[in-house]
């Protein structure tokens, strides 16, 4: 029989482990089983439905039924193409957008006074606390058509009528680069403040001058920082739901509003599982390269 | 000694007038007596009279806290023991399933975890509402734990447990006395940090929920979906001068706990 040191380490790892099962793993299965149904007007809405008191004859029939029908129905209707393109599309533009609003804010951090520096990473980190659902919000007020920045650009006569900038790409763009800010400064932060300043003195001393010193000197040793940040903001803005059903317009394509509706409104579960299983074979590939990145990363600080 | 440059000063005055200067707006026009939401009316108080007498948003506060304290206590229990797994707990059959399954809830889109769990609460025929909501933020919220708890885990000296092993303490008793002392700030941090995604989670209390639970995320979503309301403004003040006193008391704390403990070991060494 088990010891009791046996009987505590499997309980150790069994409690975490089986709920991670069952609240991860199998409800994954569903969505992948689901994406292989068909829809059907019933409760639950979808077909065949799995019967295990038929025994093995059920299963195999049950296993016949699917198929890649959803799949192929992504391919043909054009909705889908087109909300997975414009997905990827806004998610690049958005992360270059956070790249080049982020890196001069890291460097301006990393070249701060020591004793500032604290303060500056809390007020980094701080948004971050705060609701990012408010955060989105607040550039409703903003942006639209009566809203602050019109009025103060009208008011300076910069323009003479109001710009449309609620309810596009535009604001989405805004939204993203706004809310995850902190994920692109913070890495790239930690990079540039690893960097040795006499590098930068001796490239000075050859003969560098001050510009061609940060391109190629400063950038190319921050370019950890850069990855892992544009990773961190490239990944969850690919399936955002809340900034592009905020900020968005109804021309706004993206495929985590398009899953919610899906969902939510046609309720055809069936497509909207096979919508989210081709969302997270696109997420494999950057994840992965993401890991390999931080991998390499640690190995190098070894 | 690095001073302000121009250019660097420049780029950290528009970087944090850009972060700061929404919320900021946002704060100001909370206070906005006008008619019209956008234009400056004089300053009243007159949104959070009304915030305050809107049964609602109570109920969903009310929800809302409940949620995240279960949650975020479940969490931590479950992620401090999958961090102890992952960190010490040597080889184990799915041990690669495991530490998949911490990670993968990290990088989750929302919408995906939130449909899934949907699917399973459905398909076995659970009722859905705060029960649900707070399975489904234990779920991810324990992952967050167990990342931060295992980062502490890694860089402490194991030699410390294993002398209270050598000295005769059960290994219970050595993780009581001296493993989770020593764990305890990223502990309570990852306790934080769980609390906090619970509060902040709009789309999966959203799937996870049914019509007898409304999270506060869930009410401000469909409040601010057609445009921006000043009730929600007023309510969006509260909870950011909540957090901003949070957060700052939470690092002062840490930062006299730090130098307290500097001292202490100096006095030691002098000893």
Known sequence: MWGPYLMRRFALISIPYLWLLALFLVPFVIVFKISLSDIALSIPPYTPQFDPSAGWPGVTAFLSDLDLENFVFLTTDDLYWRAYLSSLQIAVTSTVLTLLVGYPLAYGMANAPDRWRPTLIMLVILPFWTSFLIRVYSWKGILAGSGYLNQFLLGMGVISDPLTILNTNTAVYIGIVYTYLPFMVLPIYAALERLDGSLLEAAEDLGCSRKSAFWLVTVPLSKPGIIAGSFLVFIPALGEFVIPDLLGGSKTLMIGKVLFEEFDKNRDWPVASAVAVILLLILIIPIILFQRNEQKQREAEQ | ?271
Not at chain 2, 9 to 21: I, V
Not at chain 2, 165 to 175: I, R, T, V
Not at chain 2, 210 to 236: F, Q
Request: proline residues 3%; contains cysteine; glycine residues 8%.
């Open chain 2, 1 to 271: 000694m690095r001073r302000f440059t121009w250019f660097n000063a420049t780029s950290l005055t528009l970087g944090f007038a850009f972060l700061y200067l929404p919320i900021t707006l946002l704060v100001i026009y909370s206070f906005n007596g006008g008619r019209n939401v956008a234009v400056w009316g004089g300053f009243s108080t007159k949104w959070y009279g009304e915030l305050v007498q809107n049964e609602a948003f109570l109920d969903a506060a009310w929800v809302t806290l409940k949620v995240a304290a279960f949650s975020s206590t479940i969490a931590t229990v479950l992620g401090t023991m999958a961090a102890y797994v992952l960190v010490r707990g040597g080889r184990f059959h799915g041990r690669t399933l495991f530490s998949g399954m911490i990670y993968a809830p990290l990088v989750m889109p929302e919408v995906i975890t939130g449909l899934s769990l949907l699917l399973l609460f459905i398909g076995i025929g659970f009722d859905r509402g705060i029960l649900t909501i707070i399975l489904a933020h234990t779920t991810f919220s324990m992952c967050y734990v167990s990342v931060v708890v295992s980062s502490r885990l890694v860089s402490f000296d194991r030699s410390l447990e294993e002398a209270a092993l050598d000295l005769g303490c059960s290994p219970l008793s050595a993780f009581r006395l001296v493993t989770l002392p020593i764990i305890a700030p990223a502990v309570i941090a990852g306790w934080l940090l769980a609390f906090t995604l619970s509060l902040d989670d709009l789309v999966i209390a959203n799937f996870a929920s049914g019509p007898s639970a409304t999270t506060l995320p869930m009410k401000i979503w469909s409040a601010v979906r057609l445009g921006v309301s000043p009730e929600i403004n007023a309510l969006s003040t509260i909870l950011i001068g909540i957090v901003t006193v949070g957060v700052i008391t939470a690092s002062l704390v840490s930062k006299r706990a730090a130098v307290k403990r500097q001292r202490d070991e100096q006095a030691a060494v002098a000893n």
